[in-house]
Each structure stands twice: as structure tokens, then as C-alpha cells.
């Protein structure tokens, strides 16, 4: 029987210069009351974000193409470097116990992938093995965790990272359109890494109590697969992330057939778990997992709060409210949690853990 990975270590980053959602649409002068709205009424305070630099009038500039991707590359590296580090020493591992290092990222495009730069920017061994996952979203932090944790079990205790770090400001198509306000008034820049191990009964001698990484389950939801998409924005020549407004309602529908399909055969009912840990998709995808799997906003404190204080900052989210819960130190041995994200495909993601 394969080895269940434990969860041993969470960190996370953001950018240094945050702004309330005020600040970013007086920065680029932002008048229509209804997209005004759209930002006002999203129940973030903060975002983390490196935006363009100023001309000489104040303005922003525009950004080609080719600026963004540098972003990209070196805000992924800075913030991924600090959650990696800040993961290991909550794991108390350093950089040299490292055997395996999965990134996520969707917010740009590198090669070589951004394992190889990390790898050479701090110095891991070269022997390290690595894979990345690009381009799946905010979804995307469950899909390696899987992926990672059959690697875990494969190779006993050895030390896995994953990490996703996304730069949503290299993202961004500034413009006064509604088209892009529901996109531009949600995402922020962040980091997030945890780290798994497993061993003979679920233990390793050395590292912190964390929770058993038990089963997932997943759905996928082909009818809005154009929901939540990147298209070329030819006026502009760069990427625009495009994201239906329906959607939060779409994915809401579909969470209590994912987390039935989680519990099944495992003789927990949704009453039975403690510790509910959901993406930071937006307001409305909140309320949708509210209502439809029947919890109440005290369930997700940590992901509402995660909202308030970051924005969405896709595939590392979770890992900010599991980080939250962490330090809340509620969890008790036996105490069961459901990891969920969604994104795009459009995709739901969920795991069940066991502390």
C-alpha cells in the first residue's frame, strides 16, 4: 500500500508595495462609477502588485509584451525564493534536504522552467529532480500536490516542494473597460510553498506534526471551458486574462458533487470535517461554496481573510489559508480537512487531508 505524504511545512511571500483598491483605480484614473463599483465591492482591502512605471505626467506606461514576461521572471523568482526558504524553516529542512521541487506558475511563460532558475539562483543541489506545472491556473496548486505527493510516496523520506508563485501584475492588461475591471480588481502577486515527506506509518523522524495528505478528487466542467481563458489582445499586443462573471455561480453549482465524490467510501460525512481550506477565488466564488456545501463564513475565516488582505492570488491561495490556519493552532490529532481550488477548464480541485 503506498505511503500517505505528510504536510511538514507552508510559507509564503508577497511583493514589498501593496495598494487598496482605491489607490489602484485613482493610479490609473479610473472614473465609471460601474467599474468603480466592481472594484469597491470585492471585498478586498489590499493587493500586493508591482505596477508599471510612471511617465512624466504621473501616468502609468504601457507595458509591451516582452516587459511583462521580465516581470514575470523576476518577481516569480524573488517570490518564490522567499516562500521556498520560509516553507523550509517551518519544516526545519534546509535547501540541502531538498529532493524534489515542483513549481506552478500561470502568469507567465519561461524556459527553462522556473525550477531550473530557482535551482540555480539558490543553489540546490543539481541533483535535485524537478517538474513544473504552466499555464492551469488557479486550480493548479491541488493538481501538483497530487502529482507530488505520488512522488513523495514513491521515494520515502525524501523532502518534496511545491511551489507556486504567481506574478498576476505581469498579467494585467491596464485598461477602463469592463471587460478586464473583473480581472484587474481581483488578482495580486504571492507565493506559496508547502512541503511533503512520507515515511514507514506516515512519519519521519525530525520533522513538525502535519497532516496526512489522504485522497483527491476532481471535476472538471467542459461546458464553461471558455469561462476563465487568456486571449491575444491585438489593440494592446499582449495577453488578456478573460473571466466570465458567471462563473463563480458555475463553480458553486459543483461543489458539493466534487467534495461527495471526495468523501466517498471514507465514511465521513461534510459535518465530519474540521478545517476547510477554499482558493480565495473572489466574493461571489466564496459565497457560492457558502451556499451550496452548506458551511457558514466562520468555515472559511481563513480564505475570506486570505481575499481581504491579498486579493486572489491564483494557484498559491489555499496555501495562504492553510498558512492562517497553522497559526491559529486549532488542529488537533485526528481532525480531518478538504483542500479545494478551482480554476480554469473550468476545474475544481479537492484533496482530504487527516491530522
Given at each position: 500500500?503506498?505511503?500517505?505524504?505528510?504536510?511538514?511545512?507552508?510559507?509564503?511571500?508577497?511583493?514589498?508595495?501593496?495598494?487598496?483598491?482605491?489607490?489602484?483605480?485613482?493610479?490609473?484614473?479610473?472614473?465609471?462609477?460601474?467599474?468603480?463599483?466592481?472594484?469597491?465591492?470585492?471585498?478586498?482591502?489590499?493587493?500586493?502588485?508591482?505596477?508599471?512605471?510612471?511617465?512624466?505626467?504621473?501616468?502609468?506606461?504601457?507595458?509591451?509584451?516582452?516587459?511583462l514576461l521580465d516581470k514575470h521572471k523576476a518577481?516569480?523568482?524573488?517570490?518564490?525564493?522567499?516562500?521556498?526558504?520560509?516553507?523550509?524553516?517551518?519544516?526545519?529542512?534546509?535547501?540541502?534536504?531538498?529532493?524534489?521541487?515542483?513549481?506552478?506558475?500561470?502568469?507567465?511563460?519561461?524556459?527553462?522552467?522556473?525550477?531550473?532558475?530557482?535551482?540555480?539562483?539558490?543553489?540546490?543541489?543539481?541533483?535535485?529532480?524537478?517538474?513544473?506545472?504552466?499555464?492551469?491556473?488557479?486550480?493548479?496548486?491541488?493538481?501538483?500536490?497530487?502529482?507530488?505527493?505520488?512522488?513523495?510516496?514513491?521515494?520515502?523520506?525524501?523532502?518534496?516542494?511545491?511551489?507556486?508563485?504567481?506574478?498576476?501584475?505581469?498579467?494585467?492588461?491596464?485598461?477602463?473597460?469592463?471587460?478586464?475591471?473583473?480581472?484587474?480588481?481581483?488578482?495580486?502577486?504571492?507565493?506559496?510553498?508547502?512541503?511533503?515527506?512520507?515515511?514507514?506509518?506516515?512519519?519521519?523522524?525530525?520533522?513538525?506534526?502535519?497532516?496526512s495528505v489522504l485522497k483527491f478528487a476532481s471535476?472538471?466542467?467542459?461546458?464553461?471551458?471558455?469561462?476563465?481563458?487568456?486571449?491575444?489582445?491585438?489593440?494592446?499586443?499582449?495577453?488578456?486574462?478573460?473571466?466570465?462573471?458567471?462563473?463563480?455561480?458555475?463553480?458553486?453549482?459543483?461543489?458539493?458533487?466534487?467534495?461527495?465524490?471526495?468523501?466517498?467510501?471514507?465514511?465521513?460525512?461534510?459535518?465530519?470535517?474540521?478545517?476547510?481550506?477554499?482558493?480565495?477565488?473572489?466574493?461571489?466564488?466564496?459565497?457560492?461554496?457558502?451556499?451550496?456545501?452548506?458551511?457558514?463564513?466562520?468555515?472559511?475565516?481563513?480564505?475570506?481573510?486570505?481575499?481581504?488582505?491579498?486579493?486572489?492570488?491564483?494557484?498559491?491561495?489555499?496555501?495562504?489559508?492553510?498558512?492562517?490556519?497553522?497559526?491559529?493552532?486549532?488542529?488537533?490529532?485526528?481532525?480531518?480537512?478538504?483542500?479545494?481550488?478551482?480554476?480554469?477548464?473550468?476545474?475544481?480541485?479537492?484533496?482530504?487531508?487527516?491530522?
Amino acid at each position: 500500500m503506498p505511503l500517505a505524504p505528510r504536510i511538514v511545512g507552508v510559507g509564503t511571500s508577497a511583493t514589498p508595495t501593496s495598494f487598496t483598491q482605491r489607490e489602484v483605480l485613482d493610479t490609473f484614473g479610473i472614473t465609471d462609477p460601474k467599474i468603480r463599483g466592481v472594484f469597491l465591492n470585492s471585498a478586498i482591502e489590499r493587493r500586493h502588485l508591482t505596477l508599471p512605471p510612471e511617465a512624466e505626467d504621473g501616468t502609468r506606461l504601457s507595458e509591451p509584451q516582452g516587459d511583462l514576461l521580465d516581470k514575470h521572471k523576476a518577481l516569480a523568482i524573488e517570490m518564490g525564493a522567499e516562500a521556498l526558504r520560509n516553507c523550509l524553516k517551518r519544516a526545519g529542512a534546509d535547501l540541502s534536504d531538498l529532493r524534489h521541487l515542483c513549481c506552478v506558475t500561470s502568469t507567465g511563460f519561461l524556459t527553462p522552467g522556473l525550477s531550473a532558475l530557482l535551482i540555480r539562483e539558490l543553489g540546490i543541489d543539481r541533483h535535485c529532480s524537478r517538474s513544473d506545472i504552466v499555464g492551469m491556473g488557479c486550480n493548479a496548486g491541488l493538481n501538483a500536490l497530487g502529482v507530488v505527493s505520488g512522488w513523495a510516496a514513491a521515494h520515502p523520506g525524501e523532502l518534496a516542494v511545491v511551489l507556486c508563485s504567481e506574478a498576476c501584475s505581469a498579467a494585467y492588461a491596464m485598461d477602463s473597460t469592463m471587460r478586464t475591471a473583473v480581472v484587474n480588481s481581483l488578482f495580486g502577486d504571492g507565493s506559496g510553498a508547502v512541503a511533503l515527506v512520507a515515511g514507514a506509518d506516515g512519519t519521519v523522524p525530525g520533522t513538525p506534526e502535519g497532516p496526512s495528505v489522504l485522497k483527491f478528487a476532481s471535476c472538471i466542467i467542459p461546458e464553461a471551458a471558455d469561462a476563465m481563458r487568456y486571449d491575444w489582445d491585438r489593440d494592446q499586443g499582449r495577453f488578456s486574462f478573460f473571466l466570465d462573471p458567471q462563473i463563480p455561480y458555475v463553480v458553486g453549482a459543483h461543489a458539493e458533487l466534487t467534495v461527495d465524490r471526495l468523501l466517498e467510501g471514507t465514511g465521513l460525512r461534510r459535518s465530519d470535517i474540521r478545517h476547510w481550506l477554499v482558493h480565495s477565488g473572489g466574493k461571489k466564488v466564496i459565497d457560492a461554496v457558502i451556499v451550496n456545501l452548506g458551511l457558514t463564513r466562520h468555515d472559511l475565516r481563513h480564505t475570506v481573510g486570505v481575499l481581504r488582505d491579498y486579493g486572489n492570488v491564483s494557484s498559491g491561495s489555499f496555501l495562504f489559508s492553510y498558512e492562517r490556519l497553522l497559526d491559529e493552532h486549532v488542529t488537533a490529532p485526528g481532525d480531518h480537512g478538504v483542500l479545494m481550488t478551482m480554476g480554469p477548464g473550468s476545474t475544481i480541485e479537492t484533496a482530504l487531508v487527516r491530522w
